[in-house]
């Protein structure tokens, strides 16, 4: 069964070893701007007392970004139910915008987000290149072995 629950002190040490196997580390670079993940609010999608699923966000000036999404189960909604969650929490907060960067290798991730509304709104080129600089551990080829360059901004109003 699946539930979705706040990331909260209980789960935290949890939540952290996910994002580090899944990220290399806790540290996210997005517009050159670093999150340590660690630190920002999120839920995750526990199945059978185990993290499948997790969402971060970082909530600032009306916006919100959200900073990494991760389902190990794809096409049963986690990633959706994810979403939906900080869709309330940033209309909760008052943002009028959601937004989040991409790479250009991860279609699954450009296909996913703009079947749920999002609008590509910026390109980034070679931005990746920059956030090496701060983050080594991003790989040099991604999904389908597509070299990872570019940065997409992808944003909706609410």
């Known amino acids: 069964m699946l539930v979705i629950k706040p990331i909260d002190e209980k789960l935290k040490k949890k939540a952290i070893d996910f994002i580090i ?51 190990l189960i794809e096409n049963q909604g986690i990633g959706s139910k994810l979403l939906e969650c900080v869709i309330h929490k940033a209309k909760e907060q008052g943002c009028k915008r959601i937004w989040l960067i991409t790479t250009n290798d991860n279609i699954r991730a450009i296909r996913f987000y703009q079947k749920r509304g999002f609008n590509m709104v910026a390109l980034y080129v070679n931005a990746v290149q920059e956030a090496r600089k701060i983050k080594p551990e991003i790989p040099l080829y991604g999904y389908d072995n597509i070299p990872i360059l570019h940065e997409i901004e992808f944003e909706i109003k609410l």
């Not at 050159?32 to 600032?60: F, S």
């Open 21 to 71: 196997r899944n990220w290399g580390s806790p540290i996210m670079v997005s517009k050159g701007k670093v999150h340590l993940m660690d630190k920002l609010p999120g839920y995750v999608a526990i199945v059978n007392n185990d993290i499948n699923g997790l969402i971060t966000y970082n909530i600032d000036n009306e916006e919100c970004e959200i900073v990494s999404l991760d389902s």
